[in-house]
């Protein structure tokens, strides 16, 4: 589009100004660097420690007990009488290939613990890993 003025052709200015997307974009940034390791942390259970400790190297289905004994599938709360159903229902695979991580609270009764493999055993699922920490040295 052109504009006569005196005898002169002027052009439209048509440059988009990216001052406030890159202000917006740097906002999101760290508002999501600063949510990122809340959401990752899920359900805090105080988790026992010992002296043989190896690491986590893949992602696994987490099953975890809190301190009141409520039982959660990655993080969403479920009843122990509903496991075994969810746990078949969730995975991909034959049961008997996938792995489960059991992550409970140091505080928990053995009665509660036991009831929560009883159930993972029920959905067809044999290969229970705990979850531990290790031992500070000192």
Not at 22 to 28: A, K, N, P, S
Not at 33 to 40: E, N
């Amino acid at each position: 589009m052109a504009f006569s003025a005196k005898g002169r052709t002027q052009t439209a200015l048509a440059e988009i100004n990216i001052t406030p997307l890159v202000d917006v974009v740097l906002v999101l940034l760290l508002i999501f660097m600063l949510t990122a390791p809340v959401l990752q942390s899920g359900v805090i259970v105080a988790i026992p420690k010992t002296r043989s400790v190896n690491q986590l190297t893949e992602e696994r289905m987490v099953v975890t007990i809190d301190k009141d004994q409520n039982v959660f599938l990655q993080d969403k709360p479920v009843n122990v009488n509903d496991l075994p159903t969810l746990l078949k229902s969730v995975g991909s695979g034959p049961a008997t290939k996938r792995i489960i991580y059991l992550r409970a609270d140091e505080r928990v009764p053995f009665g509660a613990f036991a009831s929560v493999m009883d159930a993972v055993k029920q959905a067809g699922i044999t290969d229970i890993s705990i979850v531990t920490r290790p031992i500070e040295a000192k």
